[in-house]
């Protein structure tokens, strides 16, 4: 059988927690600061994946309006203690300055698709909460505790408690069991049981290039743990030519045979600035079991093509994604921060309409439904119906990461009421947040009247286009570097940008009259460069 070549989830899904229930195998991955939380996908051979659901979609669940970019859900670890589903996650509502707000809470649900309850609380003392179901029927709840006096350091260690489910609440003593290696920074913990021993398996270097997956084991839960004699099972810190990136935050699953798999975080940097566009990505590698050690198949530098059960179906991939809103808004999309959809979308009339908000970058309650970008090149188009009567209303096309980092081709009007065509762009601005100056130069348009909005990028290059009714697409503006769309540029660098890129339609009114936009449909459709890294998908190992 021909083996599978990572990523298994192109695009932005990030800090990946994998589970088998039978013959099903899901990964949860982070979604920040984008609406609903939490994605799920399912797989039956871990070579074919497919979103099932998004848990966090209600008020009573999830509610992120304030929150910072890159803020929001992060790190969640799904489990199953042969009862019920359990969702474990942080709400980070601040991460910059020497203090982190990062609120922890747990969901449970009778199946993967629902209901799932609404939140209990657990703590706030630090961030990639993580819950173990022990043979003995405890449950032990785990995260990396902070320390804003940095003394020694501001990620202090791994702290365990027991969590009662029936109290919903942590009890008995708590410990930190775990203070991590030199490499510093350790967060991401799971626990395990295997042989008599535990196991806990941390991230450790920060989620750049020094990115690492650190294992430890000891016969007692509260340790002391011993470290891997690799000490990191899995990185490519030392490997700056691999081609996967920034390897790190794992977490292990064991097929029905017995074979043992490791799924982690990755990047793909382009460009000579080494910059991930699609965001940080999910990876699979072979692991085995040697002396009660796990070691990674050819590691620790991970692998681009993995051995796993099944044979990929690349058809799905590259297929030209064409969107109507007759039954709604499909699953690719997602919007920003708020659980109230009806205050900035609907689909009722079997279109999408976007009511005007606050201003793109806003992180409180903009009007933006987007979907990831998943190829390093592809065109998207849309139709859009606007009648803007200042400068102050606009709405388009947007190829988005976040308030710092946007290109945005927007219909507005002028002063005098006059509309126009005007791009509106962000590049690597923070932290002011400011649009780049001089903007292009505006192109007149009638006052009435659809107009078709279009994007290609291929590689770093964006170009828009436009088309009035019944005419062909004309270029608008300069090329742009699209390059910045990624976490190497997203306004704190590596280090404290979490996401990739989107591309998607927007709505603004600065006048606070609510002013809808109308899409007709959303295009997104994937090129095959050989000048970019989506070629080598059809390249032998």
């Known amino acids: 059988m021909p083996l599978v070549r990572n990523p298994i989830l192109p695009g932005f899904n990030a800090d990946p927690s994998i589970l088998r229930v039978g013959t099903d195998y899901y990964i949860a991955t982070s979604t920040f600061e984008w609406y609903p939380g939490v994605q ?60 982190k707000d990062t609120h922890n809470y747990i969901v449970s649900s009778p199946s993967i698709e629902g209901p799932w309850s609404d939140p209990v609380y657990v703590n706030s ?46 009890v008995g003593p708590k410990k930190n069991i775990f203070k991590g290696t030199e490499l510093d920074l350790v967060e991401g913990p799971h626990l395990y049981k295997r042989n008599g021993w535990y196991y806990l398996l941390t991230a450790e270097g920060g989620t750049a290039y020094h990115h690492a997956c650190t294992l430890a084991r000891s016969r007692d839960i509260w340790g002391p743990y011993e470290v891997h004699p690799q000490k990191h099972t899995l990185t490519s810190k030392d490997h700056p030519h691999a081609a996967l990136q920034r390897a790190g935050h794992g977490d292990i699953v064991e097929a029905p045979e017995g074979k043992t798999y490791l799924v982690h975080l990755t990047g793909r940097p382009t460009t000579q600035e080494r910059r991930c566009v699609l965001g940080r990505e999910t990876a699979i590698q072979e692991a085995y079991w040697e002396d009660d050690w796990l070691f990674v198949k050819n590691g620790p530098v991970p692998s681009l093509y993995v051995d796993v059960p099944g044979e990929r179906d690349e058809s799905k991939y590259w297929a030209e994604q064409r969107y109507t809103f007759e039954n709604g808004l499909h699953k690719d999309f997602q919007w920003l921060r708020t659980p109230e959809t009806e205050r900035i979308f609907d689909t009722q009339s079997g279109k999408l309409t976007l009511i005007g908000r606050e201003s793109i970058g806003s992180w409180f309650e903009q009007a933006l439904v987007a979907r990831r970008q998943t190829h390093f090149s592809y065109d998207a188009e849309t139709v859009i119906d606007f009648s803007p009567t200042d400068e102050r209303q606009f709405a388009g096309l947007t190829a988005y990461y976040c308030r710092f980092n946007f290109f945005y081709l927007t219909i507005t009007a002028h002063s005098d009421g006059q509309r126009e065509l005007l791009i509106l762009t962000s590049e690597a601005s923070w932290p002011d947040g400011k649009l780049n100056m001089p903007l292009a130069d505006p192109v007149q348009i009638p006052n ?19 088309a009035l009714d019944g005419e062909e697409l004309k270029k608008i503006g300069p090329v742009y570097d699209a390059s910045i769309l990624s976490d190497e540029c997203g306004g704190h660098q590596a280090h404290g940008s979490f996401t990739g890129a989107f591309v998607g339609m927007a709505c603004s009114d600065l006048n606070g009259t609510a002013l809808p936009a109308t899409f007709d449909y959303f295009v997104y459709r994937p090129v095959q460069l050989q000048t970019d890294g989506s070629s080598v998908y059809f390249q032998d190992p």
């Open 448 to 466: 009435e009247g659809k107009v078709k909005l279009a994007l290609t990028i291929r590689g770093r290059e964006l170009q828009f286009f436009y």
């Open 125 to 170: 003392s630090g961030f990639d909460p993580s819950l173990f179901h022990d043979e003995d029927g405890k449950k032990w709840f785990v995260n990396m505790l902070q320390d804003h006096r940095r003394r020694p350091r501001s990620f202090a260690g791994i702290v365990l408690q027991e969590f009662d489910p029936s109290a919903g609440k942590l």
């Open 40 to 99: 799920i996908h399912h797989s039956k051979d871990l070579a074919n994946w497919e979103l099932v659901t998004r848990p966090l979609n209600r008020k009573s669940q999830l509610d992120m309006r304030g929150d910072p970019d890159s803020c929001g859900i992060w790190a969640p670890c799904l489990t199953h203690d042969g009862d019920k589903f359990w969702l474990v996650y942080t709400d980070v509502k601040r991460k910059d300055g020497s203090f």
